[in-house]
């Protein structure tokens, strides 16, 4: 079983919609829960980062960490053509990643 | 703004050959590390590094080395590339420490080999 597990996708989506990536995990030993983001051909880029269980917003995404359940989710709300990428969640402390949902947003 | 720069975006490199992957960061983190990504693999590490002259393997070292000889660069060797290196590389670097803020990312380098 893999550390972390991600589904891989692909997602597609209308603009304006609401996007909920998940990922799981199974090391009860990580502290630090983040989520990056991949535009096609580039590296990826901190979008997300939360220490501890519950809510952290930062317009219109909202990072999620439930400890208990080893589950964390990134939610996109009105999201847009723009938020089209690959979608990496990542855990401390040296960082094991997950697989990467690849997301479309079509207008 | 912390920026991790790789020296190649594309790079195709015959088989056997030994191949060079440069990257430079440029605001003193301490840890530096290369990444492969394959399409249904993820991110995978092959080596990272905690300090100058440091190595560690990762979970896929086999067909690659590495050299820090100071403190802002660090570069991934391939002694005899093969088509099965063919792959998108990452470095990233971070700083140490409790507090982990995560990694900056280069733009990668996508090699292929013939």
């Known amino acids: 079983q893999k550390e972390v597990e991600q589904d891989p996708g692909p997602l597609s989506v209308p603009e304006g919609a609401i996007v909920s990536l998940n990922c799981t995990y199974s090391n009860s030993a990580f502290q630090y829960f983040m989520w990056y983001r991949q535009y096609s051909r580039k590296g990826p880029e901190l979008l997300m980062y939360t220490y501890s269980s519950g809510n952290k917003e930062d317009g219109r995404f909202t990072a999620q960490v439930d400890k208990s359940s080893k589950y964390i989710s990134l939610f996109i709300r009105d999201s847009q053509p723009s938020d089209s990428a690959t979608y990496l969640c990542a855990m401390s402390g040296q960082l094991t990643f997950g697989q990467g949902t690849i997301l479309t947003v079509h207008p | 703004d912390v920026k991790v720069t790789q020296s190649s975006r594309y790079l195709v490199k015959r088989t056997g050959e030994k191949v060079f992957l440069e990257c430079v960061q440029d605001m003193d983190h301490e840890n530096m590390f290369w990444y492969r990504q394959d399409p249904g693999l993820g991110l995978r590490l092959i080596y990272f590094s905690y300090d100058v002259k440091m190595k560690e393997k990762g979970d896929i070292p086999e067909g690659y080395s590495v050299s820090r000889e100071k403190k802002e660069r660090f570069s991934l060797i391939l002694e005899s590339a093969s088509t099965n290196q063919t792959s998108m590389y990452l470095c990233?670097?971070?700083?140490?420490?409790?507090?982990?803020?995560?990694?900056?990312f280069g733009s990668g380098t996508r090699l292929t080999v013939v």
């Open positions: 990233a670097s971070s700083f140490s420490g409790g507090n982990n803020y995560g990694y900056t």
